[in-house]
């Protein structure tokens, strides 16, 4: 690889013009093509970007010799196909989430990208904001104590998908952020949901989850909400925390509460006095902007040959619980186990 690489981007739907704006504002790459089947969005990008090479035809991407690597933003049924390819012609690939639209493709892609010796990094964007890495050093540090339990809600009005419901569009952040910050994995899932506006895609899913350490978490996720909600709530044996995206500052506030079970007591009114109330505190966290960190990551690995902190097997335990997750919608919410991969 030569000291500054090619870069592709192919999609340049919604989130595809975001890659390429962070991979082009990185010195230590070069944007060298993006690919779309639309003319349209082309046109657009050309507009933006005129130095930026533009193609409809991807395979000129596989093909290029000169291209060391490309970020695929396409809808997910496609991520597989391109994946495939790209690895295959001995380039990195960096997916956006979900890596995949099933655990075997997962898999392909992992040993894939392992005997090309390649860079395989999926778009798990929240693991490379600074509150989700606070959250991270701040369980990893035992200063919440034991974790009971995580509830998160990724609620709003659309944007609707045309092949995949609300769970696989929304749920791989929360997921992608529990498992991080967890550092554990779920041994079961339950999911329910409905769909109200496209027949068979349901707008609305609530999924839990049961993990081998005992936490247990809840995910709401909804395209059919008045609200735009992101929130996560940990609740811990020493103290609770609550991340919310949507403020402007001051995202995760942790409380000085939680409920102390007395050694003894005798009436009920005597249990009354085990709860805690203490204070409050929103501490200040350096921001900076996490798509870019993400790139810059991915540069990092490509040349470092480390395994990227969301790699294909991260991106493959996601893929695995939204599997089992829909197992579980199509079972009206049973209980469906997750082995371990
Ligand atoms: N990380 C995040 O926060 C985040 C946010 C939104 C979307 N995403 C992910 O980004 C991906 C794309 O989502 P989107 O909302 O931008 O979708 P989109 O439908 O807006 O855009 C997809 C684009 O890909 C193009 N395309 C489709 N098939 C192609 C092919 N074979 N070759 C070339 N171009 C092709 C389409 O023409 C379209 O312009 C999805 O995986 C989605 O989950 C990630």
Redesign the pocket.
């Known amino acids: 690889m030569s000291s500054k690489p090619k870069i592709a981007v192919?999609?340049?739907?919604?989130?595809?013009p975001?890659l390429i704006r962070n991979f082009n504002s990185l010195a230590e790459c070069h944007v060298a093509r993006v690919?779309?089947?639309?003319e349209d969005?082309l046109r657009h990008m050309k507009g933006l970007y005129p130095q930026v090479e533009t193609t409809?035809d991807?395979k000129s991407i596989v093909e290029d010799d000169s291209i060391d690597a490309v970020a695929?933003?396409?809808?997910?049924r496609?991520?597989y196909p391109?994946a495939k390819q790209c690895l295959e012609a001995g380039k990195h690939v960096f997916?956006?989430?979900?890596l995949a639209a099933a655990v075997s493709e997962c898999r392909d892609l992992v040993d894939l990208a392992e005997q090309k010796n390649r860079t395989l990094m999926v778009?798990?964007?929240?693991v490379y904001t600074p509150e989700v890495r606070f959250m991270r050093d701040m369980i990893a540090s035992g200063e919440l104590g034991e974790i009971y339990y995580i509830a998160t809600q990724r609620l709003n009005l659309g944007?609707f998908?045309k092949d995949i419901n609300v769970a696989w569009?929304l749920a791989?952040?929360d997921l992608s952020i529990i498992l991080y910050i967890l550092k554990d994995k779920p041994i079961a899932v339950n999911c329910q949901g409905k769909a109200h506006v496209m027949p068979g895609l349901e707008d609305i899913t609530t999924m839990s989850l049961d993990f081998s350490g005992g936490t247990f978490a809840t995910i709401n996720s909804s395209w059919l909400d008045p609200n735009k909600v992101r929130k996560m709530t940990i609740v811990a044996s020493k103290g609770m925390l609550v991340y919310d995206d949507i403020q402007p500052i001051e995202k995760i506030k942790i409380y000085d509460k939680r409920v102390e079970v007395p050694p003894h007591y005798d009436t009920f009114a005597e249990f009354q006095y085990s709860y805690h109330y203490g204070d409050m505190r929103a501490p200040y966290i350096r921001q900076y902007e996490p798509?870019k960190k993400e790139c810059q990551h991915f540069l990092d690995c490509m040349t470092s040959h480390e395994h990227s902190e969301s790699g294909g097997l991260e991106g493959m335990q996601v893929v695995q619980i939204l599997e089992a997750a829909s197992e579980s919608l199509s079972q009206g919410g049973a209980r469906v186990e997750i082995a371990v991969q």
């Open positions: 192919v999609g340049c739907g919604y989130w595809g975001n690919c779309d089947m639309s969005r409809t991807f695929i933003a396409t809808p997910i496609t991520h391109l997916v956006e989430k979900p778009g798990h964007t929240f944007l998908q569009d791989p952040h798509l």
